[in-house]
């Protein structure tokens, strides 16, 4: 399994600031996503890599941008937070064999409040 | 294309009930299915999966999940809830060739003592 370690966890910030929520996994996974989950929601992806350089939109349009220089660290960044942006953001990667199917892991979620 | 439907976005069982969550697929090549379950203010937990293997599968905390290709089901059962029990469910489908995982919209389960 693997680990996924994002920070910060929660996070209070003022509109127009920048943020990025940091994201990071040590199983050598080449997949990695992001996705965004409001209160009691369903989960949208918003942008996912399939390794390095690589880096594509998900299935809900974001204003956050995300880069993919090493495998194992995959950021997200807001230029300019808005009160629009608050939500959880949940950061996963795969291992993308035959037998796995792609099994997707996440880590434990960076808690988004802008005011 | 794919997509996921689970059925009921809300289930409430007593304590020692059947545990019963229900999910339909519908995908143009041959799935892989999971179940997550999310806990209050965690990540998704794997419970369980599907990969062409055997139809039933066996997942952590006792839950388990059949896969029915004629019924494009893979619904979710535990035989006696627990109260720790109580989260968040999604059912998600991969396949094709971007692998890309969709998610259901969750079922919430809760357990009455």
Partial sequence: EADIYQTPRYLVIGTGKKITLECSQTMGHDKMYWYQQDPGMELHLIHYSYGVNSTEKG?????????RIRTEHFPLTLESARPSHTSQYL????????YSGNTIYFGEGSWLTVV | AQSVTQLGSHVSVSEGALVLLRCNYSS???PYLFWYVQYPNQGLQLLL???SA???VKGINGFEAEFKKSETSFHLTKPSAHMSDAAEYFCAVSGGSNYKLTFGKGTL?????
């Fill in chain 2, 28 to 30: 143009s090549v041959p």
């Fill in chain 2, 54 to 56: 055997a139809t039933l």
């Fill in chain 1, 59 to 67: 299935d809900l349009s974001s204003e956050s941008t995300v880069s």
């Fill in chain 2, 109 to 113: 389960l809760t357990v009455n003592p």
């Fill in chain 1, 91 to 98: 950061c996963a990667s795969s291992e993308d064999t035959f």
């Fill in chain 2, 49 to 51: 999966k599907y990969t």
